[in-house]
């Protein structure tokens, strides 16, 4: 179903026109309300004038991350504080959090764009959904829950964690849907698996995924042991939260529908700036067109993907592809870029090995190591050590290690170390995003 389908299938050329109209108002305002945005069109040479349509946003200088740290707290808000609704804020790894408002106008944007995604994902009204996105600072938790009932489906706010609740619960009210993160749906599938729940107990038929990259390996896991279909939901708090786009259920495997009457894409090299062709793979750049509070232009998103249209899908807007790392999370092993994804998407073709690693990188030797930690399937590890003390051991586990390496080395062009763990060794999400990579290398 289409929540709003007039706009999701307006045709292209009406599409643009409506994107320009706004994007010519957002430059407006931004330029005579933000002082930072009068400061970087000035330093440009460009004037407000110039941004006619989309074609000109190359003309604007990129917004980083480092915007928003320098404005803290509400310095690139184009209004004062006490007109705004909300603030949510996203933390960073040091210091001080960015800070994000909305005001009621960009509340319904962002619910309208949820309701969408929802749809998309299959969810409709009436369904029950467990929000299992943390509420608060973080905008998983109020993105989805309003956009959830925008959608008129039954939100049951039982945020991030808290395993045992989530499946009591999932099981005596008969969840439809659920929304977490990929890690956090693992940990749940996981643990159903090994407290023996009955899967006709449960009644959940979508999964809507995101807040950290992921791919069909885990989407496979997740799908089979939850008996859901999962798609993917895209987003970040300085662009509105989730919901800047969202894979649909019937055509999973081929990218997320940006919700781009609000959003416009780019995509750009990640060394020279420059915007690459629809198809081609580099950084995110996002424009927003409609949002009051706080929106940017040319945000920097530091995302890796790729975007496109998809002429026999059911929606005009345009599609990306899943994000394969962030930028400044890329590993540079021996001159080759990695990203932990890489690995992950290996893995799914590999038997009798989990969706759970971890990447350890070292260099206590003259280079940089990378050591895949990868539990044994839980299936055929209890399999084999029936009759094997060290199941581990077992040729069945010594070849899909060694099939691993190969594939590894075969489609990464690296040679790392491989090594086995016992299933549920590896750290699992305990409901928030999980990271899969302890950088042990010493500076
Ligand atoms: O993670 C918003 C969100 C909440 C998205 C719930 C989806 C679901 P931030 O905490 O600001 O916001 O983090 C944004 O997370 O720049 C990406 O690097 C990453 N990210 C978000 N969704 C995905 C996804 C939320 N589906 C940052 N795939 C983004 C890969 C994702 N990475």
């Given at each position: 179903m289409l929540f709003n389908k007039e706009i999701e299938t307006l045709p292209l050329d009406k599409l643009r026109k409506l994107q320009n109209e706004q994007l010519r108002h957002q430059v407006h305002v931004l330029y005579n309300r933000v002082p930072y945005y009068k400061q970087l069109f000035d330093n440009a040479g460009v004037t407000p004038a110039e941004i006619m349509t989309v074609e000109d946003l190359p003309k604007i200088p990129f917004t980083?991350?480092?915007?928003?740290?320098?404005?803290?707290?509400?310095?690139?808000?184009?209004?004062?504080?006490?007109?705004?609704?909300?603030?949510?804020?996203?933390s960073g790894t040091t210091g001080k959090p960015i800070v994000v408002g909305y005001t009621l106008k960009d509340l319904d944007i962002f619910a309208e764009v949820i309701a969408r995604s929802l749809s998309a994902a299959g969810c409709e009204k009436g369904m029950l959904l467990q929000n299992a996105y943390g509420y608060g600072l973080f905008t998983g938790g109020l993105g989805l829950?309003?956009?959830?009932?925008?959608?008129?489906?039954?939100?049951?706010?039982i945020s991030g964690g808290g395993t045992d609740k989530q499946l009591m619960l999932m099981q005596d009210f008969q969840s439809d849907a659920i929304c977490c993160t990929p890690s956090y749906a693992l940990t749940l599938a996981e643990e159903?698996?090994?407290?023996?729940?009955?899967?006709?107990?449960?009644?959940?038929?979508?999964?809507?995924?995101?807040?950290?990259?992921?791919?069909e390996s885990i989407r496979s896991e997740v799908e089979t042991k939850l008996g859901v279909i999962a798609t993917n939901i895209y987003g970040l708090s300085e662009i509105i939260g989730p919901g800047v786009s969202q894979e649909d259920f019937e055509e999973k495997g081929t990218g997320s529908y940006?919700?781009?009457?609000?959003?416009?894409?780019?995509?750009?090299?990640?060394?020279?700036?420059?915007?690459?062709?629809?198809?081609?793979?580099?950084?995110?750049?996002?424009t927003t067109l409609s949002k009051e509070a706080s929106p940017l232009l040319r945000y920097y998103t530091n995302d890796i993907a790729s975007i496109y249209y998809d002429k026999t899908a059911k929606r005009t807007h345009i599609k990306m592809s899943p994000i394969a790392g962030r930028a400044d999370d890329m590993l540079i092993i021996r001159g080759v870029n990695l990203f932990h994804t890489q690995v992950e998407s290996v893995?799914?073709?590999?038997?009798h090995l989990s969706a759970n690693y971890q990447l350890i990188v070292s260099n206590s030797g003259a280079m940089d190591e990378v050591e895949v930690r990868v539990e044994a399937e839980q299936a055929t590890f209890e399999a084999l050590s029936k009759d094997n003390m060290d199941a581990?051991?077992?040729?069945?586990?010594?070849?899909?290690?060694?099939?691993?390496?190969?594939?590894?080395?075969?489609?990464?062009?690296?040679?790392?170390?491989i090594t086995l763990q016992l299933p549920g060794s590896i750290p699992r999400s305990?409901?928030?995003?999980?990271?899969?990579?302890?950088?042990?290398r010493k500076k």
């Open positions: 980083y991350k480092s915007a928003l740290r320098d404005n803290y707290p509400f310095g690139l808000f184009t209004m004062p504080r006490n007109e705004v609704a909300r603030l949510h804020c996203s829950h309003y956009g959830a009932e925008k959608l008129g489906m039954t939100v049951l706010p159903i698996r090994k407290r023996g729940i009955d899967r006709n107990s449960i009644n959940l038929k979508y999964a809507i995924l995101g807040a950290e990259p992921w791919t940006i919700w781009e009457d609000h959003f416009y894409p780019e995509v750009v090299d990640k060394d020279t700036g420059k915007p690459l062709p629809y198809g081609q793979q580099g950084v995110l750049v996002f893995l799914e073709d590999i038997a581990l051991m077992h040729d069945t586990f010594v070849s899909a290690t060694r099939a691993l390496q190969k594939k590894i080395k075969d489609n990464i062009g690296l040679s790392m170390k305990e409901g928030g995003k999980l990271s899969r990579i302890v950088d042990q």
